[in-house]
């Protein structure tokens, strides 16, 4: 910004305004006639800056204003504006605000999330932790609400870190607070009880300092109980159950909803601890039923309409389980608390017989499967928004590096039509010179053009020599051999049975000239296509194992769904075990063989080990075996791990991508 624009008297009254529009003495139509105003100045004088930090002071007063539309839309205004200036800050700021509008307005929390997160890689960016561990909390708590939990517990973790280099503020206290007791709720329902208890320990820590409310304290009181609950320690969790309720004086003036909830949690511990003092826990329960349904709150009053239908059935006052049971069931149909429908379905199929518990039951199972359904689609939902915003912001890249560059290509060509003109003008021989020097130049493309695919037709030569060198030593030379091994040990068997053998391995033999013949026309043949690659490699493992003589466990999963599996990776799973048999037999002198694939973290896993006499890997050189296992894994971009000790066998692990 200029000093003219700095010292003139419009941008003054443009700072007048805005000063204006934040003083909380005014009434808020004052504060908007001001910051309207300034936003008038600001557009007059055309400067982006002024304009934006105007903006800015616009979107405030509407905030508090509860105008959210025109914030939103201001804040799209700012956006652009921010961008053109290449302004950080004000976009991350920016982002934020709109993440927060449809996360706490319109309550879109896919949209919510993916401007959370581009104002958080912003902030990290530039370096703006005390904003970017803000963001970071939204972003968590979207997630836990969408079950979420593993990424909701990631970026809470990451903002708690952020959180602990910040000056010590009340403020931040708060926000510590709020995080670790978030962490707290994600492990209680991840069912990891003991490390729920310890983030709920270090919340209820944080809660005890004068900065922050004794409401957290007590919060965290009541946390830590339910997750002593959960690891059935009853006493410790009413003894801190009891610690709360003798605030009730004191939080029933800032939220009276709390008090039924503690009291419906510490009369149903009871209940699971067995005590017999069964009509003062039935009374505890229709209080705090009364007293959530008197304060119109419909979350309490459903967990103590849940619990009473429970302690009704266990003490065989089934109508009185019925009528709590169908108001938990209208209840959280109400208020889509799918959780307690649940519940409160299976409730009513138990206390209702014949037809009509049929009914409930089948509901139960419906909502249960669409549930786990969901959960499935959303699990990695929020990490594809992430991508995707990444790639939204690598296309407006691009795009403004395409008009940059089609603004030089335009000034380019005007100079090149300019050039051609005076160039058309000079006589004929400055012509044909031209010319020459274009023909050249085209020919010297075109040598080049020729050497370059000459260079990929050797490479693709070489490659396929070195494939078919593989398919020949793991496919055709590992059969020969097994057969080969096969026959021998027939020299000396006569009779029937011998013949019969024999018949067979000449049919094997039969079949390894097909597959030579195969291997001349297609050797990417779809041979381990669908559900049977397991039946196939299950064959080649039994027959291997019965002429290397050796004993072998072979175990696999069935959640691999091998049809989506590229071929490539089947035949280098199926090429793989292959040369690790043959290498068992003709090395390791082993008596048993473990082979194993499962499905890890997205990533199929497959181990084979042996008793054999290992050996040492740091004095030992990788034979053609070993190479070849090495090159297969590398092409279908995996990693193997050969472990070792002599006299002690060895495992290779194989990692390849699902």
Known sequence: MSQNIINSQEFKDIKRLRSLSENNELSMDERLENALEAVKLSEEIAVDTVLINSNRALSTVYLYRGDYVKFRNVNFKNLDLAVQAKDSLVIGIVNLNLGWFHHYTM??????YAYYSEAAKIYDKIGANDRQFMVLSYMADIQETEKDYLGAEANAIKAIKILNDLPKTEDNLLSSWVLYNLLGIINLKLEMYDESLAYHEKAYEIAKRKEVSLMQEMTSLNNMAFAYRKLHDY????SLYTNVLDYKDRYNKTDPTFYPLVLENFAFTKFEANHQDIINIENMLKDAYQISDSLSDPTTQLAV???????????????SALVYAKKSYNLANEISSYDILLESMQLLSEIKKGDQGKKYLNKYIALSDSLLNNERNVRNKFARIEFETDLLAEENERISRERLWLSFTSVALLITLLLLYIVITQRAKNKELMFLKNQQEANEEIYNLMLSQ????????????????????????????????????LNFNEGMEAVKKRANYLVELKTIEEEIRRISHDLNNDFVSGSRFMDILSELIDKQSIAYKLKYKFNYTDNIDWEIVSNKIKISLYRIVQESLQNIYKHAEAKEVNISIQLKKSVILMIISDNGKGFDLTKSKKGIGLKNITSRVNQINGSVNFSSEENKGTTITIKAPY
């Open 107 to 112: 309550v879109q929390n896919d949209s919510a």
């Open 454 to 489: 000459q260079e990929k037709l050797d490479e693709v030569r070489h490659s396929e020599k070195k494939r078919i060198s593989q398919e020949l030593h793991d496919g055709i030379l590992g059969r020969l051999f097994g057969t080969r091994l096969s026959l021998d040990s």
């Open 305 to 319: 309409s849940i619990d009473l239908a429970k302690f009704y059935l266990k003490n065989t006052q089934k109508d």
């Open 235 to 238: 006493e410790k969790a009413l």
